[in-house]
């Protein structure tokens, strides 16, 4: 059964870093990509990074392009995105999610980490 | 960059149907992906690839898609059915993962 728990939420100062990190089981993140999904209050889903499985690609939203870095431990089957620079419009629920399929869909969602950026 | 559009509300009886509508530029021409987000919790994947639905999913959801509308439609609406639902689809132009804004269901 694929699982995913993301942890590393908390209070950040605008200007100021964080990295949030998702622990796989139930698969091998080298054989799939995974994504970063953020939901701002009072907000929808916001697609924030994904990395291919070959772990040599990634791509972001323009929100938070030169600011979030999404990488992965294969050893640790554990995905991380490092933020800095963060606003407060980067408060939000972060989600990990399992992608599928071409074009790609997400099967597998942690319950995902709280981020909340404010002085 | 891709945008797709949702009303923010649909509001039906239980019993009855639910139609949400997803709009985009030739969106027919895209895989469409549909998620329930209850309060609290993950979303959940209802409707990928346009109709096809994961077996966890009542056969009560059912998708469409063609020319510049994609629908999610839920038959025999329950009080259970109430959440937000998103449309998502990858622009492979961009290489980005886009979300509709959501549609709040609400079961009068």
């Known amino acids: 059964e694929v699982q995913l728990l993301e942890s590393g939420g908390g209070s950040a100062q605008p200007g100021g870093s964080l990295r949030l990190s998702c622990v796989a089981s139930?698969?091998?993140?080298?054989?799939?990509?995974m994504n970063w999904v953020r939901q701002a209050p009072g907000k929808g889903l916001e697609w924030v990074s994904d990395?291919?499985?070959?772990?040599?690609?990634?791509y972001y939203a323009d929100s938070v392009k030169g600011r979030f870095t999404i990488s992965r431990d294969i050893s640790k089957n554990t995905l991380y995105l490092h933020m800095s620079g963060l606003t407060a419009e980067d408060t939000a629920i972060y989600y990990c999610?399992?992608?599928?399929?071409?074009?790609?869909?997400?099967?597998?969602w942690g319950r995902g980490t709280l981020v909340t950026v404010s002085s | 960059s891709y945008v797709l559009t949702q009303p923010p509300s649909v509001s039906v009886a239980p019993g009855k149907t639910a139609r949400i509508t997803c709009g985009g530029n030739?969106?027919?021409?895209?895989?469409v992906h549909w998620y329930q987000r209850r309060p609290g919790q993950a979303p959940v994947l209802v409707i990928y690839y346009d109709d096809d639905r994961p077996s966890a999913i009542p056969d009560r959801f059912s998708g469409s898609n063609s020319g510049n509308t994609a629908t999610l439609t839920i038959s025999r609406v329950e009080a259970g059915d109430e959440a937000d639902y998103y449309c998502?689809?990858?622009?492979?132009?961009?290489?980005?993962?886009?979300f509709g804004g959501g549609t709040k269901l609400t079961v009068l």
């Open positions: 998502q689809v990858w622009d492979t132009r961009s290489n980005h993962v886009v």
């Open positions: 139930g698969f091998t993140l080298s054989s799939y990509a």
């Open positions: 999610a399992k992608p599928r399929g071409t074009p790609l869909y997400f099967d597998s």
């Open positions: 030739n969106i027919g021409s895209y895989g």
């Open positions: 990395i291919r499985g070959s772990g040599d690609t990634t």
